[in-house]
């Protein structure tokens, strides 16, 4: 028999980590200075004992194992998402409210930059728009030749006058 009363417990705030994107059929995944980079922001992300989001884009294989050990070895405070398409900020945005996470800030690392990051973000950035959005840019990468022309251009100002950094105000990177 069900109960009555439907207890509900407070949303906990918490700092996530996403990491996107990091599986063996996307080749800039492949790239071993942006796979050092997001261990090492694994690393202070369980050292602070944030909540960790390893998003996948479904049909393109694992997210490499060595990334997917530092995640899980050990620590209970992550979740595997799975996406369909380019922005994954709603499946993101589903799970934490099902699992009571009330984000305070995102700390954004993967691949493609000019695709997945940054449309992840563009998206976390209009769902959560108090909480501050951060795409760390020394732990990203992309199949481009310069990966962040596009991202300068959209982003900080560039010759499309920074079209998103006006639409999402809380997204920085660094």
């Avoid at 954004?108 to 840019?137: F, M």
Wanted: aromatic fraction near 12%; include cysteine.
């Amino acid at each position: 028999m069900e109960s009555i009363i439907n207890y509900r417990l407070p949303k906990m705030d918490k700092n996530i980590l996403i990491i996107i994107d990091m599986q063996g059929d996307f080749w800039a995944s492949k790239h071993k200075p942006t796979q050092h980079n997001i261990l090492t922001e694994i690393k202070k992300a369980r050292f602070h004992k944030d909540f960790i989001v390893v998003l996948e884009y479904g049909g393109y294989g694992a997210t490499h194992k060595n990334i997917m050990q530092a995640v899980a070895t050990n620590y209970k405070n992550w979740k595997l998402l799975f996406k369909y398409d380019d922005d994954g900020s709603d499946v993101v945005a589903e799970y934490l409210n099902k699992a009571q996470i009330n984000p305070i800030n995102f700390r954004v690392c993967g691949v493609n930059a000019s695709y997945c990051v940054k449309r992840t973000a563009a998206g976390l950035s209009v769902i959560y728009q108090s909480a501050k959005i951060e795409v760390v840019k020394k732990a990203c990468w992309c199949i481009r030749e310069n990966p962040w022309d596009d991202y300068y251009d959209t982003w900080v100002g560039g010759k499309y006058g920074g079209t998103l950094k006006k639409m999402c105000a809380n997204v920085a990177v660094s």
